[in-house]
Nanobody
Framework: QVQLVESGGGLVQPGGSLRLSCAASESIFSFNAMGWYRQAPGKQRESVAGITVGGNINYADSVKGRFTISRDIAKNTVYLQMNAMEPEDTAVYYC?????????WGQGTQVTVSP
């Protein structure tokens, strides 16, 4: 059973930074892609950033230039560096790992941006 363990969430002031980590129980190369999603209260879950097994990266327009997704192959870990954070970034952030026939999710980590 694949496990994705997220860490790094918390409370940060507007303009501040956080780094989220997602540690996978299997090689990240066993997935077609990995990424980060978020869900704010009363809103649908949305894609934030993703990276394919080949290294192609995409970002939601709302985070381009502020967030950076990266990976450490040796640690089977994907990161999301979040800078210049805004109150609108407040949400539960979920790690996702996708294979052809199934998609796996982490438990989620709360990120709150508030003065």
């Amino acid at each position: 059973q694949v496990q994705l363990v997220e860490s790094g969430g918390g409370l940060v002031q507007p303009g501040g930074s956080l780094r989220l980590s997602c540690a996978a129980s299997e090689s990240i190369f066993s997935f077609n892609a990995m990424g980060w999603y978020r869900q704010a209260p009363g809103k649908q879950r949305e894609s934030v950033a993703g990276i394919t097994v080949g290294g192609n990266i995409n970002y939601a327009d709302s985070v381009k230039g502020r967030f950076t997704i990266s990976r450490d192959i040796a640690k089977n870990t994907v990161y999301l560096q979040m800078n210049a954070m805004e109150p609108e970034d407040t949400a539960v952030y979920y790690c996702n790992a996708r294979r052809t026939t199934f998609s796996y999710w982490g438990q989620g980590t709360q990120v709150t941006v508030s003065p």
